[in-house]
Each structure stands twice: as C-alpha cells, then as structure tokens.
C-alpha cells in the first residue's frame, strides 16, 4: 500500500483545506447523492488555479468502502479523456475518504430526462459524447487495458456548462487485457436495476457488451424521455422490454417524448432508435461495439444538425438568381438542398468571392485578396501556398510584411440595414509566431488617424489555425460596399488570405471581474475572455484604453504596468508644432514623438496603478538596437529640483525600445498626477510615451577583492599544493627579474599570491585564492591615448609599475593588448578591470564612459558597447519618501553597467571587459591542435565628448570572475 501511496500522492489534498471548501461538509454544500455517498461543491485552490469541484465523500453505510476508493483514484488516474470525468485529487486523513473531480455543473444527465428544455439535438450530442467516452474505454490503444465501467446509466453521466457528456463513478469498473474478449465470473451483482444485462445477471459472466446493453437503455431514456424504472407504492416498473416490443412493432412514436416530436428528423431519429435498440439484443454477439455506436450516433447528429439549420434559413426568391450567376452550376432539387449550398458557401465573381448565408439569411461575403490587390502597384505580395481550408477561393495567400499595401474591397451581394464586421484573414509565415502578440496598423480611407489592432492569439485564432482580425464596423445601407485600406509594416509575416463581411454578432455577455470592469468598459477595443485566467492572460499582453491614448498590462506577479502616449501627455508649446513618426512597433497610432533636441514638458495622470507597491516612472524612447542608449536627460517636477539621467536601458525582450527610470514612488492605489519638465539636450529623442512599471528589485552584486587564505592555517598535505599550483607556474617564477627561493610548495604559494613584475617590469604576475592565473597589464603596455600628444606619463610611488598614465586634454583613450594562452588557467571565465584615479574636479566623469569593442566583428557573440562608471551615478529622486521606501541601490536604475569600486591598495577598479580562457582555441584551432592569443581592443570615449582631463590610470587587471 506505501507504494501504491507513492504512485498517487501528487494528487493528495489536505483535510483542512478540503473543510474549509465545504465549510466543514455543510448541508448546503450538497449537491447529490450516490452509492457512495454525498457530494458536496466547494472551491479548491489546484495545480491550474482556485476554481469550483465536485467532493465525493465516502459513507461506509451505503456499501462501498476502500476497494472502490482505490479503485476509482487508480482508474481516472491513468484513464484521462475528454469526455471521462476528471479526477482532481483525494484526501485519505482522519478516518475521512474523499475523492475530487472536476464540477460538472449542469449535474447528471436523469435530471434532464423529462424537461423539454434539452432539445433532441442536444440530447444526441450528449449520447454521442458518452459513447466516445466508453468506446475509449472498451477499444484501448496500446496505452492501457480495457476497462468496463459496469454501472453506465444517466445518473452516471455528468454534463458541463456547455453540455458536453462525461461518464462518472468508476468504483465499480473492472480492467481486463484488450488482446481478448475480457470476461469474468464475479460471485456478487453489480450495476444497477434495469440497466443490467440481463444475460449477466443469469450467468454472472461480464463482458464489454454488457456496458453495450446498460447504454442502450440510457439511449432509450433519451429517446423517450423518462427512466426506465418507475417506483411506485413499493413497487418496480421497467420500461426496458415495452419500449423493445414497440420498436419491433414499428409503433416507435407512441413511446418517443412528445415534446420533442416536431424537432426530430425523421433519417436522424431511425439511425439513433436502430443502434438503441441493437444494444438490446439478447445475444451479446449481435450486439454493437461502442465505435460503431460512435459512428451511428455521429451520423444522426450531423443529420440532425443539418435539418436543425435549414429549418432556421430564410431564403428569398433572389438566391436562385444569384445562384445563376455561380462560377460553376449549383445542382439541386429542392429549396432545403439549395439552402444547403449556400449554408455551405457559393463561388460567385469569377471565383474571387464565396457568399454564403447564416441561420438568420443574412448574407456572408469572403473576397479572395487576389481580387483586392492592384497588382501593378504590389509586384512585392506574391501567392504563397495553397492551403484546402482557406475558406477563401483560390486557396492561396499573399505574403504581407515588411512593406504595407493597399487593399481596395468591394462588396456586392450584402444584406442591407444590418451591421457588418469587415475582418481580415491571415496566417503567420513562420509556424513559431503563432502565439506571439501583434500589432497590425492600418488606416481606412476617409479617416486620418492610424488604427492599431493588437492580435491576441488566444482569443482571434480560429480552429482550424487561421487569425481573424475585425478592421470595421458598419451598418449597411444598400447590398453593396466599397472600402480602401491601407496598411503599413507590419512586425510579423502574415499571409494574407482574405477580407470578408460577417453579420455583427451581438457580445456575448461576459463575466464581470469587479477587480478589472474599469479596465474592460475604457478597452479600445472588443476584450473576448471566459475566465478570470483568460482575462489575465490579455492583460498580460496589454491592452489600449482610452481611445489608444494609453496602454495597461500586468507584469508576471499580476501588478498594474500603465504607460501614457507622448500625444496624450504632452503640453503643446506656443512656440513649435509636435512632430511624429509613424513606427510599425509603437503601440500608439500617434507613433514616436520627435524632439529634435530640443525641451519638451509632460503632464501625466494616472489612476491604474496597484496600491503599496514601488513604482518606476519611465521614459520609453525607441533607439539603436543594444542594450543601453545614451539620453542625457536633464528633467525636473515642477517646483523641484533639477535631475539627471544619462542613460536608458533596453525593456525586455524588446530590442527597439529603452526606458530611463526619471523617478521612484510608492503608490497609495489613488490618483497619480505628475508634471515632469524636460530640458534641451544632445540626442533627437523619439518618445514613445511614459510608464509607471513596478520597481524589480536587483540584488547588490558589487565586487570584492580576492582574499587570500591565511597560509599557516590551511593543509600541509603535498597533494593539496600539487592541486593547487600546475608545475607551469615555477617556470612563470623564473621568468622574473627577482630571485625567489622556496622549499616546499606551500612557500611557492605563498609568492605566488603576492605577485612579481614580468616583462621588463611591465607586467604583474599573481594566483588567486583557488590557484588561478592572475594578471596586470601597466598602462604603458595596454592603454594608450588616440593623440600623444594629449596625455602624459608620470613617475608613481603608488603604483606597483612606478609610472601612470595622465591624460590631459582628450575624451577617449584606447585599451589593447593580446593575451596568451599560458597566461591564463583554462577553462576560466576572466574579467579585465580599469584600475585607476580620478582627479580632484570630477565633474567630468558624472556621465558613464562608452566601452565600444572593436573586436567584436559581425560572427563575434561578444557586446560591441557597452558602459561604465567611474564615479557613482545619479540616484533615482524618490516621490514622497517615507519609511515603506527602501534605501536606493543604484543597480536598480544601472543594472548591466560597471560601477567602479574602491580597491585595498587605494585604487579605484572598474570592469570594462570579459572573456573566458576557451577563447584561445578559435574552431578552426580547436581542429589542428593549435591555440590562439586573445585579442583586447577596447575605445573608451565620453558620450558626451567631455574632456576627461586627469584622469590616472595604472593599468588593466585580469583575473578570474
């Protein structure tokens, strides 16, 4: 049994938590009964979210007990399908057995027996769904035995919100091998009165063919709509042998729901009555499989379906004329037939267009894109493909990308006075984009502004894999339409199938999530969800409010993100004309506010924002791909001070667009009004607009120097020292100019880890604590400024080469070097640090210093820049600081840059480089045996091409990360 436990208890459930659902199995939680017990309703938090389930709980003195629990959980454990109940965790505590599924909430399918409500073609949909679930059952691919349920009746089949049928209770089930006719002889009944084989019950031998027998009688009650016993004054009724003995007698309507009569196709209701009554059958050998029981059930629905839509259409006398008027002859011989066509859909127009209609009549337009395109003007939009399913004549799609193109549409044969969707279809090119979010900006003609569509792929994807896009509504005044659109890039390629006119189908009538109403009712546009979880999945991706003038999403911890357009906030000067730039991936029709260099005020007002969180006010601005830009921003809030920020980095997982984090405060979940004012500056800026982000934490990762370990208390052992010094470190040793003596490895460490000069005094050659190679190169060896003559070298008593490097009137100096094989451990990961000292005035070092590698060609995976600080950067002003703020820490707003940092020896240290030791063997090296010298070549210049006058620098050190 311990094991048996192992194998299931992912799928256990505290009893606390299983009592505080039912609110300690409150009577009015029930919400049926069974052989096994009650069961109770109540909301559970699982592995896919809170939601409502159905509680089995076991009562002893019903009859069953531990072997059908265990029975069950083992069953809906391994046995998962669609149309079987799902089995979502038990609790076996305290004397306490409980079984969770998932909440069917319509309940069981008995109830439903005698209400009219449940029409014939939903009743057959609900049989045909039991039916797949028991075939799945009886007919097993190698995945698992056959089972037998053993007790299939209506109380037994459960229905969903959207009725679709699945088969329950498994506690009495057996499982055989399906390599054979599985039978059993079993010494007690089991299933339930007037359900049971009757062969069965005289001979006790089980087979698949007596689940066959109990759901031809559930077939039955379907049929003629009431169980088939009755209890009356302690006595039994079954109606199973007279509902046989009709059907033999051809006297079938006397015993069918009346109520249902005028809905039954009569081809629909003989293939359902004649597979029911052949699970009847008395010997087992004629009775049916389920697959065929599947098939015939499958054929009455689609029969049924079928009649269920030409009663509903409304054909006016004029489709015969446009059915005239097809591209190839319709062939029919009634008006249910050519109703049928042009349900199914017609091609008229030279077989550039398919008009069908819907179960209203009203007309449906879908226009092959071939017929939109002025081929003269779009040489680019080329057919691609030829896809079956397009729904669209021709079959093919033009590929639409990079550039926009203008589609001229033309509609002829609408219904007028009705509303109409104009919707665009397409596919992605690229199979991976598919559940990528998009934006498709188009205009309409007649209309200025630019329209920006996001395209959700939860929610505008179709089954059958293509997008549908709605572009338009209209209300249509005549049969014909005549629209121009025209499109710009777009980020995705698409492959353009098509526009068509679908009748406006009214809004479903959505949940209201109190949390997000605000949100849904200012959506610019239509928000399509079933659940809460649907509904956080688009505003994960973000949605417009407002008319496009802003933007909301939620980040990955469900905290509001809020990003205001440039248009929206922007305050007009009396003195110049707002310009934009059209952009394929802003997310504002406005596009990129362009500030040509010159001061710009804002006003932003926000009242979206999540309460007790620390949020970041961002300026977002497209710019060069990288991940950090230069701005140089100099802003203020108005009546405060003057800050300044110089750099913006790049926002996840987009390689266009940067933001510069200007301010930090923590929200009250009240309104949020900010005038923020900015000053001239050096860049032409392109401003997306501002966002309030949640504040992500970034640990402090500032650097330390390597401590060596303390010699006199560390092992004696020789092999710990043969570890840790590799014989190429003696022949290191007599390469310098001093003369060391030592005895035993552990004195070789010891002048290893304090280092000694190499190359003429040009070169410091160290070990760190772990024994790998260290190294520093002088400034003479590896730093140089562009022109000699604006630096000078001064002797030094401070710096272990005894000269520096003073630059005097530059803003860039060039770091190079080449670093061999054996000066480095292999397998290493190395950092190059600047070491260095600023001079009294640092007001020109306040901005970061630009690091370009010059290296870092176009097949290289290093970064070509980056930047680095050689004093500490601006802080963040904080809003309204108070207690709940923590400290600043400046790799919140720098994350990804080099802050320096202050060295034992009095110097100052910032990383300006890194490689790893696997360098030195190039590919191509790697092949012959061959090792390589790496190369440093590095341009650190000032972005702001200030002079960086007397700044000291004693050279580059390497060491180990």
């Given at each position: 049994m311990a094991s048996f436990m192992k194998d299931f208890e992912h799928l256990e459930i505290q009893l606390?938590?299983?009592?505080?659902?039912?609110?300690?199995?409150?009577?009015?939680?029930?919400?049926?009964?069974?052989?096994?017990?009650?069961?109770?309703?109540?909301?559970?938090?699982?592995?896919?979210?809170?939601?409502?389930?159905?509680?089995?709980?076991?009562?002893?003195?019903?009859?069953?007990?531990?072997?059908?629990?265990?029975?069950?959980?083992?069953?809906?454990?391994?046995?998962?399908?669609?149309?079987?109940?799902?089995?979502?965790?038990f609790c076996n505590k305290e004397g306490e057995m409980i079984l969770v599924y998932e909440h069917a909430s319509r309940g069981s399918l008995d109830r439903y027996l005698k209400h009219a409500t449940l029409t014939w073609t939903e009743r057959i949909k609900i049989c045909l769904d039991a039916a797949k679930g028991l075939s799945f059952l009886h007919d097993p691919n190698e995945s698992h035995q056959r089972v037998l349920h053993c007790d299939v009746k209506s109380a037994n089949i459960l229905l969903d919100d959207n009725l679709n049928a699945k088969v329950s209770d498994f506690g009495l089930s057996k499982m055989g091998s399906a390599e054979k006719q599985f039978s059993v002889m079993i010494t007690d009944a089991v299933g339930t009165h007037g359900y049971c084989d009757p062969v069965y019950m005289e001979t006790y031998q089980l087979t698949k063919e007596s689940d066959v027998y109990s759901f031809g009688v559930v077939l039955f009650e379907v049929m003629c709509g009431q169980q088939c016993v009755e209890y009356s004054n302690g006595r039994v009724k079954c109606f199973v042998p007279f509902w046989k003995k009709n059907y033999e007698e051809n006297k079938l309507d006397e015993i069918i729901f009346k109520d249902l009569k005028q809905q039954m196709n009569q081809s629909a209701l003989e293939t359902f009555a004649s597979i029911a009554y052949q699970c009847l059958k008395r010997l087992r050998e004629e009775r049916p499989s389920m697959s065929l029981i599947v098939e015939k059930l499958k054929d009455a629905f689609?029969?049924?379906?079928?009649?269920?839509?030409?009663?509903?259409?409304?054909?006016?006398?004029?489709?015969?004329?446009?059915?005239?008027?097809?591209?190839?002859?319709?062939?029919?011989?009634?008006?249910?037939?050519?109703?049928?066509?042009?349900?199914?859909?017609?091609?008229?127009?030279?077989?550039?267009?398919?008009?069908?209609?819907?179960?209203?009549?009203?007309?449906?337009?879908?226009?092959?894109?071939?017929?939109?395109?002025?081929?003269?003007?779009?040489?680019?939009?080329?057919?691609?493909?030829?896809?079956?399913?397009?729904?669209?004549?021709?079959?093919?799609?033009?590929?639409?990308?990079?550039?926009?193109?203008?589609?001229?549409?033309?509609?002829?044969?609408?219904?007028?006075?009705?509303?109409?969707?104009?919707?665009?279809?397409?596919?992605?090119?690229?199979?991976?984009?598919?559940?990528?979010?998009?934006?498709?900006?188009?205009?309409?003609?007649?209309?200025?502004?630019?329209?920006?569509?996001?395209?959700?792929?939860?929610?505008?994807?179709?089954?059958?894999?293509?997008?549908?896009?709605?572009?338009?509504?209209?209300?249509?005044?005549?049969?014909?339409?005549?629209?121009?659109?025209?499109?710009?890039?777009?980020?995705?390629?698409?492959?353009?199938?098509?526009?068509?006119?679908?009748?406006?189908?009214?809004?479903?009538?959505?949940q209201v999530f109190q949390e997000y109403q605000h949100i849904v009712e200012v959506a610019s546009q239509s928000l399509f969800y079933t659940s809460l979880d649907e509904l956080k999945q688009i505003l994960s991706k973000g949605v417009h409010l407002n008319g496009y003038k802003m933007w909301f999403s939620l980040n990955e911890k469900g905290e509001h993100c809020h990003m205001?357009?440039?248009k929206h906030c922007l305050i007009p000067s009396e003195n110049s004309t707002p310009r934009y730039e059209s952009n394929s991936c802003s997310r504002f029709p406005a596009g990129l506010y362009q500030t040509d260099n010159k001061g710009f005020k804002t006003h932003l007002k926000s009242q979206l924002l999540s309460p007790s969180i620390t949020y970041v006010v961002n300026l977002v601005c497209c710019g060069a791909s990288g991940e950090q830009v230069y701005v140089d921003l100099k802003y203020r809030l108005r009546g405060e001070t003057t800050s300044t920020v110089y750099l913006a980095n790049r926002i996840k997982y987009d390689n266009m667009y940067h933001m510069a984090e200007l301010y930090q405060f923590t929200s009250d979940g009240g309104i949020v009004d900010l005038e923020i004012d900015f000053d001239d500056h050096g860049t032409n800026l392109r401003v997306e607009g501002i966002l309030f982000q949640p504040l992500e934490k970034v640990e402090d990762q500032l650097l330390e120097d390597d401590k060596v370990e303390d010699i006199e208390t560390i092992s004696d052992s020789d092999i710990y020292w043969e570890q840790k010094i590799p014989n190429d470190y003696e022949e290191i040793l007599k390469l310098s100019r001093d003369s060391f003596e030592w005895k035993t490895k552990k004195e070789l460490y010891s002048i290893l880890c304090k280092g000694f000069l190499l190359d003429n005094g040009q070169k410091w050659f160290s070990v760190d604590k772990n024994g790998k190679k260290c190294q520093m190169l002088s400034a003479r060896a590896a730093a140089s400024v562009i022109d000699k003559n604006n630096s000078n070298w001064e002797s030094s008593n401070e710096s272990r080469f005894g000269e520096v490097l003073v630059i005097t009137r530059s803003n860039k100096f060039i770091i190079q070097g080449s670093i061999e094989p054996q000066e480095v451990s292999p397998e290493t990961a190395y950092a190059a640090y600047l070491v260095f000292k600023l001079p009294q005035d640092q007001s020109a070092f306040e901005a970061p210093i630009e690091v370009n590698d010059e290296n870092a060609g176009f097949f290289s995976t290093r970064r070509y820049k980056w930047f680095i600080y050689l004093v500490s950067p601006p802080h963040t002003p904080i809003i309204g600081q108070n207690c709940d703020v923590k400290t600043y820490n400046p790799l919140n707003r720098y994350k990804g840059n080099a802050i320096w940092h202050q060295r034992s020896d009095g110097w100052m240290e910032v990383q300006v480089w890194n490689f790893h030791s696997s360098e030195t063997k190039g590919w191509l090296n790697f092949l012959i045996g061959n090792t390589k010298p790496i190369s440093m070549h590095l341009k650190l210049q000032h972005p702001g091409e200030r002079n960086l006058k007397g700044l000291m620098v004693q050279g580059i050190e390497i060491r180990p990360i």
């Open positions: 606390e938590d299983i009592k505080s659902a039912t609110n300690n199995f409150d009577e009015s939680k029930v919400i049926g009964t069974g052989g096994f017990g009650k069961v109770y309703a109540g909301e559970l938090s699982l592995t896919k979210g809170r939601g409502i389930v159905a509680l089995k709980r076991l009562d002893r003195k019903h009859g069953q007990g531990d072997p059908q629990f265990w029975k069950e959980i083992m069953m809906l454990s391994r046995y998962t399908h669609e149309n079987l109940i799902s089995l979502l965790g689609e029969v049924q379906e079928r009649h269920d839509i030409i009663s509903k259409l409304q054909l006016p006398n004029e489709y015969e004329e446009i059915a005239l008027s097809a591209t190839s002859p319709l062939m029919y011989t009634s008006i249910d037939e050519l109703k049928w066509l042009f349900y199914k859909g017609v091609r008229v127009n030279k077989d550039k267009t398919l008009l069908s209609i819907n179960e209203k009549g009203e007309h449906i337009e879908k226009i092959y894109i071939d017929a939109c395109l002025d081929k003269s003007k779009h040489i680019w939009m080329y057919p691609f493909g030829n896809f079956v399913n397009s729904r669209f004549p021709g079959g093919q799609c033009y590929e639409y990308g990079r550039d926009g193109f203008k589609a001229h549409v033309r509609a002829e044969y609408l219904t007028p006075h009705i509303s109409y969707t104009v919707n665009l279809a397409f596919r992605y090119k690229r199979e991976y984009e598919v559940n990528s979010y998009n934006h498709l900006r188009y205009k309409i003609d007649g209309e200025d502004e630019t329209k920006v569509f996001i395209i959700y792929p939860s929610i505008h994807v179709r089954e059958d894999g293509w997008f549908i896009v709605p572009l338009y509504h209209f209300t249509s005044q005549h049969k014909t339409a005549d629209l121009h659109f025209e499109f710009e890039c777009c980020e995705k390629e698409l492959l353009v199938a098509g526009i068509e006119f679908q009748p406006f189908e009214e809004k479903v009538q959505l205001i357009s440039m």
